[in-house]
């Protein structure tokens, strides 16, 4: 098979993540739960969209946000001062709060297992400012952790997709050259333009949403998950 590995994307890929303004109220509250803080988490929140904005402008281009320095300073802001290990148990208690925010597609564990049937590694590059270890909670929360062999979240590196240190750490964990690897995800640039800048094949997912971006430039389109799986076997 000329193909070794297919790489996937995590949010609107493998899971649908979806943002409402009050399931991140709730995730404040949880927050501030675990510091034992008695405060309205809406200024929280708030605060958040005023810091997150203006750290991402000042970033340099695809760097990521740190998030447990960004809700230092947000809570330092509201009053709240609190030591590194409290803040990232608290901020893991506002992960926990967003599960009802993500759900895995129901063809998203037939699709994994049936790539490795096939004898292909599986690996994970997503975009995430949340630490890693949350992410890959998620994963096993979920029941996939056992069939992704090597995953990397921006959180972990600095650098965001399509940043081309991201996908490469996968691809090196793997021991996979790029031209024998498959990524797959739902963003233009992140999904196809950049892993294709390395030498990947490439899938655009679209059952999730449609990406504005040009779309022709994908090796192939999957309207949903288990069309994956027809694109690698058509690459060997």
Same mark, same amino acid.
């Not at 969209?49 to 990521?64: D, G, I, K, T, Y």
């Not at 790029?178 to 963003?187: I, N, S, T, W």
């Given at each position: 098979?000329?193909?070794?590995?297919?790489?996937?994307? !995590?949010?609107?890929?493998?899971?649908?993540?979806?943002? %409402? &303004?009050?399931?991140? @109220?709730?995730?404040?509250?949880?927050?501030?739960?675990?510091?034992?803080?008695?405060?309205?988490?809406?200024? $929280?929140?708030?605060?958040?969209?005023?810091?997150?904005?203006?750290?991402?402008? %000042?970033?340099?281009?695809?760097?990521?946000?740190?998030?447990?320095?960004?809700?230092?300073?947000? *809570?330092?802001?509201?009053? =709240?001062?609190?030591?590194?290990?409290?803040? !990232?148990?608290? *901020?893991?208690? @506002?992960?926990?709060?967003?599960?009802?925010?993500?759900?895995?597609?129901?063809?998203?564990? %037939?699709?994994? @297992?049936?790539?490795?049937?096939?004898?292909?590694?599986?690996?994970?590059?997503?975009?995430? $400012?949340?630490?890693?270890?949350?992410?890959?909670?998620? *994963?096993?929360?979920?029941?996939?952790?056992? *069939?992704?062999?090597?995953?990397?979240?921006?959180? @972990?590196?600095?650098?965001?997709?399509?940043?081309?240190?991201? !996908?490469?750490? =996968?691809?090196?964990?793997?021991?996979?050259?790029?031209?024998?690897?498959? $990524?797959?995800?739902?963003?233009?640039?992140?999904?196809?333009?950049?892993?294709?800048?390395?030498?990947?094949?490439?899938?655009?997912?679209?059952?999730?949403?449609?990406?504005?971006?040009?779309?022709?430039?994908?090796?192939?389109?999957?309207? &949903?998950?288990?069309?994956? =799986?027809? =694109?690698?076997?058509?690459?060997?």
């Amino acid at each position: 098979m000329a193909l070794d590995a297919v790489l996937f994307d !995590y949010g609107d890929t493998l899971f649908a993540f979806r943002y %409402e &303004e009050r399931t991140h @109220e709730g995730a404040v509250r949880a927050l501030l739960d675990a510091l034992a803080v008695d405060a309205d988490p809406q200024l $929280f929140v708030d605060g958040f969209w005023r810091h997150f904005e203006a750290v991402r402008s %000042e970033l340099p281009e695809n760097a990521e946000v740190v998030y447990q320095e960004l809700m230092a300073a947000v *809570l330092a802001e509201g009053g =709240v001062d609190t030591d590194g290990p409290a803040l !990232y148990e608290a *901020l893991r208690a @506002e992960h926990r709060t967003w599960a009802p925010a993500r759900e895995l597609h129901p063809q998203s564990v %037939e699709l994994l @297992e049936t790539l490795r049937a096939d004898g292909l590694r599986i690996g994970l590059v997503s975009n995430a $400012f949340d630490p890693g270890e949350f992410m890959r909670e998620d *994963l096993a929360l979920h029941g996939i952790a056992g *069939l992704i062999d090597s995953a990397v979240f921006s959180s @972990e590196l600095g650098v965001r997709k399509p940043d081309p240190r991201i !996908y490469r750490v =996968v691809l090196d964990d793997l021991g996979v050259e790029p031209g024998r690897a498959l $990524f797959v995800g739902d963003r233009v640039l992140e999904d196809v333009q950049g892993p294709a800048a390395l030498g990947m094949h490439t899938c655009l997912a679209t059952y999730y949403r449609s990406d504005e971006g040009d779309q022709t430039l994908a090796g192939a389109i999957a309207k &949903e998950p288990l069309d994956v =799986v027809s =694109v690698a076997r058509s690459l060997g």
